[in-house]
């Protein structure tokens, strides 16, 4: 029995050097993985409203089916948003061409857009502007100016929930809101209208 427990004595004594080492590299190995930040797939990762890429003095045109221009967007700077795709720009300028429409133009300080370009939002200093039919004198140029702008690009359609300034030709009309279909050529000003309707004098005659 002495010289078993002598054995075993002496086995442990060698083996204390290892069990020592076995110890210090789990140790470390755990401290080691509890300070290493883990690594999160990109499904993982939340995105920010952060701007993952920008473009400066650029041009995006659409074509329609017959290679003609269909719509042409501009704009000082162009910055994308990772975590919901959109676009926000520096003094935007668009211009879209339809057939037997008259182009219709957008200005404005600062533009937002969706992902899909089908909703465009301008901000300060909104100017739209569609240019004068076939007969002037029955369809003349149209200018809205207004703070903020909804273009519903797919549809043909500019909104604003915001005072606004109507002008078609000598005409001059304010309301708290419009609603313009440049497919009908139809205006709605909501709310609070007022201003001065010029009509157009026929075979000469007097207003």
Same mark, same amino acid.
């Given at each position: 029995?002495?010289? @078993? !427990?002598?054995? @075993?004595?002496? @086995?442990a004594m060698r083996l204390m050097p290892l069990l020592l080492m076995a110890l210090v590299a &789990?140790?470390?190995?755990?401290?080691?993985?509890? /300070?290493t +930040?883990? =690594?999160?797939? #990109?499904?993982e990762r939340v995105k920010r409203h952060v701007p993952d890429y920008y473009m400066d003095s650029f041009t995006a045109t659409e074509l329609a089916e017959d290679g003609s221009t269909k719509l042409r967007f501009?704009?000082?700077? !162009?910055?994308h948003y990772e975590d919901d795709q959109t676009y926000e720009v520096t003094r935007p300028a668009m211009r879209s061409y339809e057939p037997d429409r008259p182009p219709v133009t957008g200005h404005a300080d600062v533009g937002k857009m *969706?992902? #899909?370009?089908?909703?465009? =939002?301008?901000?300060g *200093? %909104?100017?739209? !502007?569609?240019? +004068? &039919? %076939?007969d002037p004198s029955k369809d003349p140029q149209m200018t809205a100016t207004s703070s903020y702008f909804q273009l519903l690009v797919n549809d043909d359609i500019?909104?604003? /929930?915001k005072p606004v300034t109507l002008t078609r030709g000598p005409?001059? !009309?304010? %309301?708290?809101? @419009?609603?313009f279909n440049n497919v009908t050529r139809e205006v709605d000003l909501l709310g609070n209208v007022r201003g001065t309707i010029v009509t157009t004098p026929r075979n000469g005659g007097n207003q």
């Open positions: 029995m002495r010289d @078993l !427990m002598s054995s @075993l004595s002496r @086995l &789990g140790s470390t190995f755990w401290l080691v993985q509890i /300070n +930040p883990r =690594e999160v797939s #990109d499904g501009t704009g000082d700077r !162009m910055v *969706n992902a #899909d370009a089908s909703v465009v =939002e301008l901000f *200093n %909104a100017r739209i !502007m569609r240019v +004068p &039919g %076939a500019v909104k604003t /929930n005409s001059v !009309m304010h %309301a708290n809101g @419009l609603v």
